[in-house]
């Protein structure tokens, strides 16, 4: 939860004060008590929708023309992520696919324009 409340905090930052990677990262480490421990990684690039949705496997340059006839936006995406070991591990969690140590991760998306 704290991982992923540090990516909206770093979005929150782009949607107020544009992009900056570095206050970016700051602003989403000192958002929780997680600190240095959870890893940052801010991105911008410019997406169109397709079918509702972003297209963020094909990023455009922010402005250009879309397929749909609409204007490609300039998005920020704050990714985060965190390793996390289990004091104790537990039998069978590998079958299921947990494993020890996990890595927790957060992404929020914010169009800065």
Known sequence: M?????????????????????QITS??????????????TPSNSG????????DL???VAAGSPCADGTTAGSYVIVDTQMSYSLL?????LADIGIT???TLTGT?????N
């Open 2 to 22: 704290r991982v992923q409340n540090s990516a909206e905090a770093g979005a929150q930052y782009a949607l107020t004060h544009g992009y900056d990677a570095g």
């Open 27 to 40: 602003a989403a480490q000192n958002a929780t008590t997680l600190g240095a421990n959870v890893s940052v």
């Open 47 to 54: 997406y169109c929708l397709a079918g509702g949705q972003l």
């Open 57 to 59: 496997a094909n990023p």
């Open 88 to 92: 104790i591990s537990f039998p069978g």
């Open 100 to 102: 020890n140590p996990m």
């Open 108 to 112: 929020a998306i914010v169009r800065i």
